[in-house]
């Protein structure tokens, strides 16, 4: 069936570097796409949503870039920092009102001081 | 409550007993999930409340998985004669219910089966 998976399992950063983790998805009527991030021993918590309208969204100090051409998502994180080293996940769904989000395996982010 | 709730955080039985997990969500958040997690994988869809109408259980694994939503509100997963390969975390989330929308989670029960 058609899922949600990401390029890279393991990322190591300096810390103050820029990080980005990229997710590819295979199904073309995905629409909405979350990244969350999950710390050790807690629940995924939401970093930034777009929408396929979109191909670009900002938040504070996190930027989405979507490209539906070649369904390719990617998550930059400016000036990294030793918090943010946690697991990152990408999730889509597809069509109004859809509730079902799939996730994808994830990215660890290692931020070395 | 200020976050979705879940307990215990911890649970470790013995093969072939019945557990409980408990989940409280987001206050006015009519739409309820559980997932599943194994070890460094993704997050896996077991079933879905929304309101009053009838669940979503298509991603329950087996019929000794079940779950129940009392008043629109707290919501119990229970696995029964449990094996060893349903050892995971198993996460809950609510949200709005409104569709195409971010999920809040709880941080999770871990449940062991030995």
């Known amino acids: 069936g058609e899922s949600v998976g990401l390029h890279l399992p393991t990322l190591s950063v300096q810390e103050g570097d820029n990080s980005i983790i990229n997710c590819a998805y295979s199904?073309?009527?995905?629409?909405?796409f979350i990244w969350y991030k999950q710390e050790s021993g807690k629940g995924p918590q939401f970093i930034i949503d777009i929408r396929s309208n979109m191909d670009k969204r900002q938040g504070q100090r996190v930027t989405v870039l979507l490209n539906k051409t070649v369904k390719h998502l990617s998550l930059q994180i400016a000036a990294t920092q030793p918090g943010d080293s946690a697991v990152y996940f990408c999730a889509e769904t597809a069509g109004a009102g859809s509730y079902q989000l799939t996730f994808g395996k994830g990215t660890k982010l290692s931020v070395i001081p | 409550g200020a976050g979705v709730s879940q307990s215990p955080s911890n649970k470790v039985t013995e093969k072939g007993k019945d557990v409980e997990l408990r989940c409280d969500p987001i206050?006015?958040?009519?739409?309820l999930y559980w997932y599943r997690q194994s070890l460094g994988q993704g997050l896996e869809f077991l079933i879905y409340f929304q309101g009053n109408s009838a669940p979503d259980k298509s991603g329950l694994p087996s019929d000794r998985f079940s779950a129940e939503r009392t008043g629109g509100s707290v919501s119990t997963l229970t696995i029964q004669r449990t094996q060893q390969e349903d050892s995971a975390v198993y996460l809950c989330a609510s949200s709005w219910g409104r569709g195409r929308e971010k999920l809040f989670f709880g941080s999770g029960t871990q449940l062991s089966v030995l």
């Open positions: 199904n073309s009527a995905s629409d909405y």
């Open positions: 206050s006015g958040h009519t739409a």
